[in-house]
Nanobody
Framework: QVQLVESGGGLVQPGGSLRLTCAAS????????VAWYRQASGRERELLAI???????TYGDAMKGRLTISRAGAEDTVDLQMNSLKPEDSAVYYC????????WGQGTQVTVSL
């Protein structure tokens, strides 16, 4: 079964940008649907974006217009470019493969603050 690791989180000022990366080990991400979610403290997990194995992309409402999900050409990764970040975007961001009952990474913390 694939193992997922998220990276790229950290502290960023309001209006700034971050690029998160979901990397796989044990199996490839190329033939499965990959999604990014986020979960703030005390709140439900929110779907941000989905990219299918054939390139179909769907964005959730939470950060729509400020996100780009993509697959790397040479590397077996799925990236999430986040722009115009707001304090309300502070959360743990998770990579997922195979749906909510599938495989999850450990999450990467994003904090948007002065």
């Amino acid at each position: 079964q694939v193992q997922l690791v998220e990276s790229g989180g950290g502290l960023v000022q309001p209006g700034g940008s971050l690029r998160l990366t979901c990397a796989a080990s044990g199996d490839t991400l190329r033939f499965t649907t990959v999604a990014w979610y986020r979960q703030a403290s005390g709140r439900e997990r929110e779907l941000l974006a989905i990219i299918g194995s054939v390139g179909t992309i769907t964005y959730g409402d939470a950060m729509k217009g400020r996100l780009t999900i993509s697959r790397a050409g040479a590397e077996d990764t799925v990236d999430l470019q986040m722009n115009s970040l707001k304090p309300e975007d502070s959360a743990v961001y998770y990579c997922n493969s195979g749906g909510r009952s599938g495989v999850w990474g450990q999450g990467t913390q994003v904090t948007v603050s002065l």
